[in-house]
């Protein structure tokens, strides 16, 4: 698909240039080893691994996680950073991984965005096809209420919050992200358990008057007589 050899290739651009390299861990990984823990989950998948700045600290928390992601350049740095993990990383998307195969835990941290609306969605159900029943999901996206930055257009708006922007600028120029509304997240995960309800995490900006962004952070179980679409 177009739209991911793009993100790939401005992904590996990005790791490239440092991304993430020497940047701490989000809080949020404290509360997946929280939960894995209390649920007995230690084998999972985290889609969107990138150079491990979350990955690492997950695997040495006790987790035994099978890393995904589109750029090559990241699982690269990984593997050289951590050779003991170079066989549990993998280069590609969900759809590379071998048909119906499902861990107890699944995990993307600031991955299910990438795409328009209808994009961001699959990725979401396809995710959630990888959860076995029982098993854990644990999501950060981008959150309405983010100040967007830098330049962008907004390309779609629906009735329940969420908005797709294309940045004309920055690492992601050329890209559509998506930011997802309370309501729509919620519409998303139907029928599911919330172990962690949804809820907003704002981070200000280091650059002066470009203003916070917001994320959603939740965990939920997948009871075990879901059908997923
Ligand atoms: C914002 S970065 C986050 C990386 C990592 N989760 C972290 O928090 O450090 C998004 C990552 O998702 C990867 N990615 C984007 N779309 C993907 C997809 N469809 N499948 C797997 N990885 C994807 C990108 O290559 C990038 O490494």
Redesign the pocket.
């Known amino acids: 698909m177009s739209a ?1 050899r793009s ?2 290739q401005a ?1 590996d651009d990005e790791y490239r240039r440092g991304r ?1 390299q020497d940047e701490p861990p ?1 809080a949020f990984v404290a509360d997946i080893l929280a939960a894995a823990h209390r649920a007995g989950a230690t084998d999972g998948l985290y ?4 150079n491990g ?2 990955l690492l600290p997950l695997v040495d928390g006790g987790l035994d996680l099978l890393g ?4 090559a350049e ?1 699982v690269r740095q990984l593997a050289d950073r951590r050779p003991d993990r170079a066989g549990r990383l993998r280069h590609g ?2 759809d590379s991984l071998p048909l119906g195969a499902t861990w107890p835990l699944v995990i993307g ?3 299910f965005q ?1 795409g328009d609306r209808g994009q961001a969605h699959r ?1 979401v159900r396809a995710a959630q096809r990888r959860v076995a029943a029982g098993g854990l999901i644990c999501v950060r996206v981008n959150a309405v209420g983010t100040d967007v930055w830098p330049a962008h257009d907004v390309v779609e708006r629906a009735p329940d919050g969420g908005f797709t922007v294309r940045y004309t600028a920055g690492p992601k120029r050329g890209l559509d992200i998506h930011f997802f509304g309370a309501a729509e997240l919620g519409q998303l995960f139907a029928g599911w358990a919330p172990v962690l309800p949804a809820r907003p995490q704002r981070t200000e900006r280091d650059n002066l008057g470009t203003g916070q962004w917001t994320q959603w952070e939740a965990i939920w179980r997948r009871p075990a007589e879901l059908v997923t679409p």
């Open positions: 991911t993100a790939a992904w993430y989000v889609v969107g691994c990138g700045r979350n995904l992601d589109i750029s990241a998307d969900l941290i600031q991955v990438h990725q």
